[in-house]
């Protein structure tokens, strides 16, 4: 169903039973979402009263991009501090006045654009915010921020640094580290350095907890270690260290308290950053680091034909619907029958069920390892493997209360 009348969509749907939706609906299971983000919290307060460093946390708005989400992920005031994707999502929260006011801090989490729009509507961003931090991994974009002076007078910037994802940032001790170590000397009048960020992306192609606390505790020290070589120069300085599967396992063992106590001795602040925690999916429970049961989103889709011949069920539930992601989990997603899902109040025993097998773009074939076939008509829940690629592709979200009923419709923030 299409957006444009959200008041209408909202008269026709809350009320109605999740098995009553219009397929493909991507639902949100409220009480879980909150649960995912109560969880979190708990966790950063327990790392704050280990009373080493000053400990602080930064949410990412890309898993959801709603103002309710984003409410929710903000935890009445636990922080103010945000991660966006993209400046519309910075925009949505700014045209905002709800979420405006609880948000006094955006970080922007990709390095800059050269183009004059772009640039335009960044210095808008920053002039209507107490705090803008921009990422800089390259020389190159401190020559170009100079060109351009904010309202506060300075960019403030994190060092993004590379600690294994080879994706954005630099490599310690890299030449393009040691270029902006000495760039940030050179344009000091125009950026100012807030702090060194890390972001172990690679956390999710790994399926252990152990192998996972390992790359949490590098990500750590790799920030940490980046930090000890500005110690001289820089007061203050913020290490952000996250991704979801790292920060699950997060805790107070040895190797995390001193590399803590070393941070304190330095004056800095840990920062902690996720986004996929608040709704969770098949790739974060590959990591071995989250449960099945604490997934807060699914897509619903319905069987439209079914083979005989082949053992497989066509779904309404394709590329757009479910993305072409993957992880250990087999196929495009899990397959539940939605009126046994919903009667088990979806407490997930196992995982030898349906999957999408095979998908094009509004076409999914679902199948299992017995050659079942599902009655044309069956309504699917299937967990999705990145939630936050697939709810992307969804112009509203369907929030569901316990008792499986439609509350509310979420709205998401589109493009760029
Ligand atoms: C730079 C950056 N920071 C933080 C996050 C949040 O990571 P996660 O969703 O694993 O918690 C992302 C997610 O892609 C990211 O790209």
Redesign the pocket.
């Known amino acids: 169903m299409a957006v444009e009348n959200i008041s209408f969509l909202k008269q026709e749907l809350v009320g109605l039973h999740v098995l009553d939706l219009p397929t493909p609906s991507f639902v949100v299971k409220e009480s879980q979402i909150n649960k995912n983000c109560a969880g979190i919290k708990k966790q950063v307060e327990e790392l704050q009263s280990l009373n080493k460093c000053k400990v602080q946390f930064r949410p ?1 708005l ?2 959801h991009k709603t103002k309710e989400g984003l409410l929710k992920q903000l935890q009445d005031g636990f922080t103010s501090a945000v ?1 966006v ?1 993209t400046l519309a999502e910075a925009e949505y929260i700014l045209n905002d006045p709800v979420v405006k006011d609880k948000v006094d801090d955006i970080c922007y ?2 390095p800059i654009t050269r183009n004059a729009l772009f640039m335009k509507r960044l210095m808008k961003i920053e002039s209507e915010l107490a705090d803008f931090r921009l ?1 800089v991994d390259n020389l190159d974009q401190l020559h170009y921020l100079s060109k351009f002076k904010p309202s506060k007078g300075k960019w403030s910037i994190f060092l993004k640094i590379d600690v294994g994802t080879q ?2 940032g630099c490599v310690r001790l890299s030449d393009d580290f040691k270029s902006i170590l000495a760039g940030l000397s050179e344009f000091e009048s125009s950026v100012k350095l807030y702090g060194i ?1 890390a ?1 172990a ?1 690679h956390s ?1 192609g790994f399926s252990s907890k152990e192998e996972i606390y390992k790359i949490l505790v590098n990500e750590l020290h790799e920030t940490f270690a980046s930090s000890e070589l500005l110690k001289y120069h820089f007061k203050n300085l913020v290490l952000s260290i ?4 790292t ?1 699950r396992s997060i805790g107070p063992e040895q190797e995390i308290v001193d590399l803590m106590d070393q941070i304190a001795t330095l004056g800095f602040t840990l920062e902690i ?5 608040c709704m969770l999916d098949l790739q974060q429970v590959s990591t071995g680091v989250s449960d099945i049961n604490n997934i807060a989103g699914f897509v619903l889709g319905s069987v439209v034909s079914s083979y005989k011949d082949r053992n497989e069920s066509l779904s309404n539930t394709g590329v757009i619907a479910l993305t072409r992601e993957k992880s250990s989990f087999k196929g495009h997603g899990l397959v539940f029958p939605a009126k046994s899902f919903v009667e088990n109040n979806n407490k997930i025993e196992s995982s030898e069920t349906f999957y999408i097998d095979r998908i094009s773009q509004e076409h999914g074939i679902v199948k299992n390892s017995k050659g079942d076939l599902l009655d044309i008509g069956t309504q699917l829940v299937i967990l999705p493997q990145h939630a ?1 690629i697939v709810a992307s592709n969804y112009p509203y979200y369907a929030v569901i209360n316990d008792d499986y009923i439609v509350t509310d419709l979420w709205v998401p923030c589109k493009g760029w």
Do not use: Q, V
């Open positions: 990412h890309k898993t991660l994707s989490t990709l990422f994706r954005a960020y972001h992306g999710y996250g991704s979801t599967p920060i950053h996720c986004g996929n925690y936050c």
